[in-house]
Protein backbone atom coordinates (compact mmCIF):
# COMPACT_ATOMS: atom_id res chain seq x y z
CA UNK A 1 0.00 0.00 0.00
CA UNK A 2 1.65 3.15 -1.19
CA UNK A 3 1.40 6.18 1.63
CA UNK A 4 3.28 9.39 1.03
CA UNK A 5 2.91 11.44 4.60
CA UNK A 6 3.81 14.96 4.94
CA UNK A 7 4.76 17.11 7.59
CA UNK A 8 6.36 20.44 8.50
CA UNK A 9 3.60 22.54 8.27
CA UNK A 10 2.40 25.39 10.48
CA UNK A 11 2.24 28.97 11.04
CA UNK A 12 5.04 30.97 10.41
CA UNK A 13 4.99 35.47 9.80
CA UNK A 14 5.44 36.84 6.32
CA UNK A 15 9.06 36.63 5.15
CA UNK A 16 9.50 33.66 6.85
CA UNK A 17 11.01 29.85 6.19
CA UNK A 18 9.43 26.53 6.19
CA UNK A 19 10.60 23.19 5.15
CA UNK A 20 7.63 20.85 4.48
CA UNK A 21 9.06 16.55 4.17
CA UNK A 22 7.03 14.30 2.75
CA UNK A 23 8.02 10.28 3.50
CA UNK A 24 6.97 7.58 1.00
CA UNK A 25 6.28 3.74 1.67
CA UNK A 26 4.74 1.36 -0.93
CA UNK A 27 6.24 2.16 -4.25
CA UNK A 28 9.89 2.43 -5.37
CA UNK A 29 10.62 5.74 -4.57
CA UNK A 30 13.26 6.33 -6.91
CA UNK A 31 11.65 5.30 -9.68
CA UNK A 32 8.97 8.25 -9.30
CA UNK A 33 9.00 11.81 -10.16
CA UNK A 34 7.31 13.50 -7.34
CA UNK A 35 5.36 16.75 -7.08
CA UNK A 36 4.35 19.26 -4.74
CA UNK A 37 0.26 21.29 -5.58
CA UNK A 38 -1.47 23.11 -2.80
CA UNK A 39 -4.86 24.50 -2.08
CA UNK A 40 -5.64 27.59 -0.78
CA UNK A 41 -9.54 27.61 1.17
CA UNK A 42 -12.09 28.18 -2.09
CA UNK A 43 -9.55 27.58 -4.79
CA UNK A 44 -8.26 24.56 -7.09
CA UNK A 45 -5.60 22.86 -6.38
CA UNK A 46 -2.69 24.28 -8.39
CA UNK A 47 1.08 22.66 -9.08
CA UNK A 48 3.78 23.93 -7.04
CA UNK A 49 6.94 22.53 -7.81
CA UNK A 50 7.85 18.99 -9.19
CA UNK A 51 11.27 17.02 -9.19
CA UNK A 52 12.12 14.09 -11.66
CA UNK A 53 13.08 10.55 -10.35
CA UNK A 54 16.80 11.11 -9.78
CA UNK A 55 16.72 14.77 -9.12
CA UNK A 56 18.63 16.35 -11.78
CA UNK A 57 15.19 17.87 -13.41
CA UNK A 58 13.21 20.42 -11.31
CA UNK A 59 10.83 22.43 -12.25
CA UNK A 60 8.19 25.22 -10.67
CA UNK A 61 5.03 27.01 -10.57
CA UNK A 62 4.92 30.82 -11.91
CA UNK A 63 4.03 31.79 -8.21
CA UNK A 64 6.61 29.92 -6.16
CA UNK A 65 9.46 30.08 -8.77
CA UNK A 66 13.02 31.81 -6.85
CA UNK A 67 11.27 31.68 -3.49
CA UNK A 68 10.77 27.50 -3.28
CA UNK A 69 13.12 24.35 -3.70
CA UNK A 70 11.94 21.23 -4.24
CA UNK A 71 14.92 18.55 -3.50
CA UNK A 72 15.00 14.52 -2.56
CA UNK A 73 16.83 12.06 -0.92
CA UNK A 74 16.22 8.57 -2.73
CA UNK A 75 17.98 6.79 0.46
CA UNK A 76 15.61 8.15 2.78
CA UNK A 77 12.27 7.58 0.60
CA UNK A 78 11.70 11.70 1.49
CA UNK A 79 11.02 14.57 -0.91
CA UNK A 80 11.52 18.16 0.62
CA UNK A 81 9.85 21.45 -0.19
CA UNK A 82 12.15 24.36 1.13
CA UNK A 83 10.24 27.41 1.42
CA UNK A 84 11.44 31.14 1.99
CA UNK A 85 10.02 34.78 1.81
CA UNK A 86 6.92 33.20 2.78
CA UNK A 87 3.32 35.30 2.00
CA UNK A 88 0.49 35.07 2.69
CA UNK A 89 -1.05 34.47 -0.35
CA UNK A 90 1.51 31.31 0.13
CA UNK A 91 -1.20 30.28 3.01
CA UNK A 92 -3.04 26.82 1.66
CA UNK A 93 -2.55 23.00 2.42
CA UNK A 94 0.07 21.47 0.49
CA UNK A 95 -0.19 17.89 -1.01
CA UNK A 96 3.16 15.68 -2.25
CA UNK A 97 2.17 13.48 -5.22
CA UNK A 98 4.34 10.61 -6.69
CA UNK A 99 3.65 10.07 -10.60
CA UNK A 100 5.35 10.49 -14.14
CA UNK A 101 7.72 13.56 -15.00
CA UNK A 102 5.87 14.13 -18.09
CA UNK A 103 2.62 14.51 -16.18
CA UNK A 104 3.75 15.94 -12.76
CA UNK A 105 2.77 19.62 -12.99
CA UNK A 106 -0.90 18.13 -13.72
CA UNK A 107 -3.17 16.55 -11.16
CA UNK A 108 -4.37 13.77 -13.05
CA UNK A 109 -0.92 13.39 -14.09
CA UNK A 110 0.08 12.15 -10.82
CA UNK A 111 -0.41 8.61 -9.35
CA UNK A 112 -0.28 8.54 -5.81
CA UNK A 113 -0.91 11.56 -2.88
CA UNK A 114 -0.80 12.43 0.45
CA UNK A 115 -3.07 13.78 2.73
CA UNK A 116 -1.76 17.59 3.02
CA UNK A 117 -0.06 19.26 5.76
CA UNK A 118 -1.38 23.06 6.05
CA UNK A 119 1.02 25.89 6.27
CA UNK A 120 -0.39 29.15 7.39
CA UNK A 121 1.48 32.50 6.63
CA UNK A 122 0.27 35.35 8.66
CA UNK A 123 0.80 39.03 7.26
Known amino acids: QVQLVESGGGLVQAGGSLRLSCAAS????????MGWFRQAPGKEREFVAAISSSGGIKYYGGSVNNRFTISRDNAKNTVYLQMNSLKPEDTAVYYCAAGSLAGASTLSGMNYWGKGTLVTVSS
Open 26 to 33: GLTFSSYA
